[in-house]
């Protein structure tokens, strides 16, 4: 059985960043193989990871679109279903204990209905593949309700030290619990916090009713890894964000 964690929350709260600490984390604990997805249409997961080498791999996006656009047209004595999972598996980027998975752009006008079944399916029987699926998500709320999603065991919501990344934190939690998601658990991280956090705003967190499971530091690493184009997986372990995410990961794991 594999645990299925989604990284949600408001633009730019650190989601890109908190999933790739996360699957750092795995890695260092040697809980592997991860599938790592990036279901972010403006996809920067790769980099984070540092697996963003050949720019032109396919994406599940350009996959399907492809298909579509080709309507399907498929070699003479393959089955259709067939090459579609053969096509959709070229898009996993593999190495030795992550596999990335770009979803790229979602589906255009008309029915993806065939496709989006076969993809659904092909994402599942993936998924069963790996002890750990880390699902990094655009933001807002529009994934919650894209059927390609996968069961998602713990939802992880990232906000910033503000009210509207708490506000928006509490909107995904509660449009999922609207649409009934089979969601088991919901948490929360605030990052980018400043040296102490105010208790205002502890009495916000804890009315937002989510499970906290810590704060992230502002880390003046993180912005110059960003600009150097190094991974946010190749941070030391001294550094602070890696330290305060290792607390938070013992109360996930
Ligand atoms: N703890 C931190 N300290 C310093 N900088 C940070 C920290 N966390 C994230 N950042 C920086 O903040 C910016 C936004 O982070 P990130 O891309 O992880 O957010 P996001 O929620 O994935 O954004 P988007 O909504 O665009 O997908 C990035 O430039 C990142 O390097
Ligand atoms: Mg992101």
């Known amino acids: 059985m594999s645990r299925v964690i989604a990284i949600a929350g408001k633009g730019g709260t650190g ?20 599938l ?19 720019k032109t791999l396919s994406t599940v996006g350009s996959t399907r679109q492809e298909f579509f656009d080709t309507k399907g047209d498929v070699p003479a004595g393959m089955p259709k ?4 999972e053969l096509k959709l598996s070229q898009a996993l980027v593999e190495s030795k204990s992550i596999d990335l998975l770009v ?4 589906e255009g006008s008309g029915c993806y209905c065939y496709i989006n ?10 998924g069963n593949n790996y002890p750990f699926v880390i699902i990094d998500n655009e933001a807002g709320l529009e994934h919650l309700s894209r059927r390609t999603e996968q069961n998602i065991d713990t939802m992880v919501i990232v906000s910033d030290y503000s009210h509207n990344g708490l506000r928006a934190a509490t909107r995904v ?12 658990s919901y948490n929360l991280i605030i990052n980018n916090t400043p040296v102490s956090v105010s208790p205002q705003f502890q ?11 810590g704060f992230i530091p502002h880390d003046e690493q993180i912005p110059i890894f960003d600009i150097e184009n190094k ?5 030391p372990d001294t550094s602070p964000v890696v330290t305060a995410f290792k607390t938070i990961a013992e109360k996930l794991f």
């Open 103 to 106: 979803m790229g752009r979602p």
């Open 81 to 84: 279903e067939a090459f579609l």
């Open 36 to 54: 790592a997805v990036d279901a972010d249409p403006d996809s920067n997961l790769p980099e984070a990871l540092g697996m963003s080498g050949d």
């Open 203 to 213: 009495k916000e967190i804890e009315d937002t009713g989510i499970n906290l499971l």
């Open 173 to 184: 939690k509660d449009l999922a619990e609207e649409m009934k998601l089979d969601i088991k």
């Open 117 to 126: 079944n076969v993809l659904r399916k092909h994402l599942d029987h993936l």
């Open 15 to 34: 989601k890109t960043t908190t999933s790739a600490l996360l699957i750092r984390f795995l890695k260092k604990s040697g809980k592997t193989p991860i």
């Open 231 to 235: 991974p946010v997986t190749d941070l």
